[in-house]
Nanobody
Framework: QVQLVESGGGLVQPGGSLRLSCAPSRRDFSLYTMGWYRQGPGKQRDLVAH???????IYADSVKGRFTISRDTAKNTVYLQMNSLKPEDTAVYFCNVHLPGPPYDYWGQGTQVTVSS
């Protein structure tokens, strides 16, 4: 069974930083686009950032300039560095691997990020 193992969530004060990590159990996932989504209370799941295999990065407008996505192919891990965190960043963050064919998407179990004083 494929797993995406996430870590790094927690409670942080506004203006603080966190780094999320996601390590897929399949090494060939390094061949696909990987990214992070988030779902706040009562909201839909939205893209935060993703990175393609050739290094192209896409960010949601709300996180541009504050969040950085990166991938370490050797470690088969994708990271999300989150700086200048705001209360509105509070959400469950999900790691995602997007495949070109069925089942198209794999998801992590989610990690809670809470930004509060």
């Amino acid at each position: 069974q494929v797993q995406l193992v996430e870590s790094g969530g927690g409670l942080v004060q506004p203006g603080g930083s966190l780094r999320l990590s996601c390590a897929p159990s399949r090494r060939d996932f390094s061949l696909y686009t990987m990214g992070w989504y988030r779902q706040g209370p009562g909201k839909q799941r939205d893209l935060v950032a993703h990175v393609t295999t050739d290094g192209k990065k896409i960010y949601a407008d709300s996180v541009k300039g504050r969040f950085t996505i990166s991938r370490d192919t050797a470690k088969n891990t994708v990271y999300l560095q989150m700086n200048s965190l705001k209360p509105e960043d509070t959400a469950v963050y999900f790691c995602n691997v997007h495949l070109p064919g069925p089942p198209y998407d794999y998801w992590g179990q989610g990690t809670q990020v809470t930004v509060s004083s």
